[in-house]
């Protein structure tokens, strides 16, 4: 008889335990399918794709693509839209007090107090070209004539009537005969003259 001792016996436990779970594993693939799994509608093969070759070497393989239907086009001209009003405080009594007040000062030559009130009238219609006026008329009194014309030119693009159009334009006229800027001159003559 022979003698098995503790750490063969430990060796061997391992060993059969490692077997074992390898035949397990193996049994359990090897299972046979169950019936949904064998009813399971197969894909279609895809159809063969056509390969042309380039004299190069190159394949090419085009993509399956459906037929391109054509269709009539309606074009639909939008209706041109009447010029936008804007309302935005312009017809708050605080703004008109404001521009009354901007008026008054600007007439007795007090620059600091016009500008103080356009640039109030401005917070409540910041869209109104009647600040913008002011603004750059002040600034061509003061010297700042870089600064009258752009706030002229900003005052032009929220402009409604023809006069403060004018008075917009004479703004950046002066500005531009202060600065010496022949192209800025041209074109504010020009656009005094279309008005």
Not at 106 to 115: F, G, I, M, P, T
Not at 151 to 171: D, F, H, V
Request: hydrophobic content about 35%; proline content about 6%.
């Amino acid at each position: 008889m022979m003698w098995i001792g503790k750490r063969d016996f430990k060796d061997m436990w391992k060993q059969g335990f490692l077997a074992l779970t390898v035949v397990s594993f193996v049994g359990c693939s090897t299972f046979p399918l169950h019936e949904e799994q064998k009813k399971a509608p197969k894909k279609p093969s895809e159809p063969a794709k056509k390969t042309v070759q380039t004299p190069d070497g190159v394949k090419i393989t085009p993509y399956q693509q459906d037929e391109i239907k054509r269709k009539q086009m309606r074009v639909v001209v939008p209706e041109q839209k009447p010029q936008q009003q804007f309302n935005d405080g312009r017809s708050l009594p605080a703004f008109k007090n404001l521009i009354q007040q901007t008026q008054t000062a600007y007439s007795q030559q007090k620059w600091d107090d016009a500008e103080r009130f356009a640039l109030q009238a401005q917070r409540l219609a910041p869209q109104a070209a009647e600040t913008f006026m002011y603004l750059a008329l002040v600034a061509n009194q003061k010297g700042q004539y870089s600064s009258a014309e752009s706030l002229a030119r900003r005052g032009l693009s929220y402009a409604q009537s023809a006069p403060m159009k004018k008075q917009l334009w004479q703004a950046i006229l002066v500005a531009g005969q202060k600065q010496n800027r022949v192209q800025t001159v041209q074109q504010a003559q020009q656009a005094l003259k279309s008005l």
